[in-house]
């Protein structure tokens, strides 16, 4: 026969988990409040939050994008090395591209036509 594995625990464990569950959700709000407040503080640029406690911060110029990333513990704010830049999707820069002018009337003759 295959016997089911059960796990045990006691009452103590329990109420341990359950307070410390309770305590996470009550203070999860004012921690992001205060971690968004403090990056920003840190950086100067508004961050969004990723996950609980890593936050990212995007710079923008005309031409790149910079994403940061940021974690936050009860007010100390630590840059992560991870970042990434790429290029603008919709640059303020306005690009001139040339346009190749074909002209669909033959010449002339006898303005210095080419055939001999």
């Given at each position: 026969?295959?016997?089911?594995?059960?796990?045990?625990?006691?009452?103590?464990?329990?109420?341990?988990?359950?307070?410390?569950?309770?305590?996470?959700?009550?203070?999860?709000?004012?921690?992001?409040?205060?971690?968004?407040?403090?990056?920003?503080?840190?950086?100067?640029?508004?961050?969004?939050?990723?996950?609980?406690?890593?936050?990212?911060?995007?710079t923008r110029d005309n031409v790149t994008v910079r994403?940061?990333?940021?974690?936050?513990?009860?007010?100390?704010?630590?840059?992560?090395?991870?970042?990434?830049?790429?290029?603008?999707?919709?640059?303020?820069?306005?690009?001139?591209?040339?346009?190749?002018?074909?002209?669909?009337?033959?010449?002339?003759?006898?303005?210095?036509?080419?055939?001999?």
């Open positions: 026969m295959i016997s089911r594995i059960r796990f045990r625990y006691s009452l103590r464990s329990a109420v341990s988990i359950l307070t410390l569950a309770c305590v996470i959700a009550g203070t999860r709000h004012n921690c992001r409040h205060r971690a968004t407040e403090d990056v920003e503080a840190a950086t100067g640029w508004p961050p969004s939050v990723v996950a609980p406690s890593l936050l990212r911060t995007i994403r940061t990333f940021h974690v936050w513990c009860f007010g100390a704010v630590i840059d992560l090395p991870f970042r990434s830049e790429y290029p603008e999707p919709n640059p303020f820069i306005i690009t001139v591209q040339p346009r190749i002018i074909i002209d669909s009337e033959p010449p002339l003759e006898g303005l210095g036509s080419f055939e001999k």
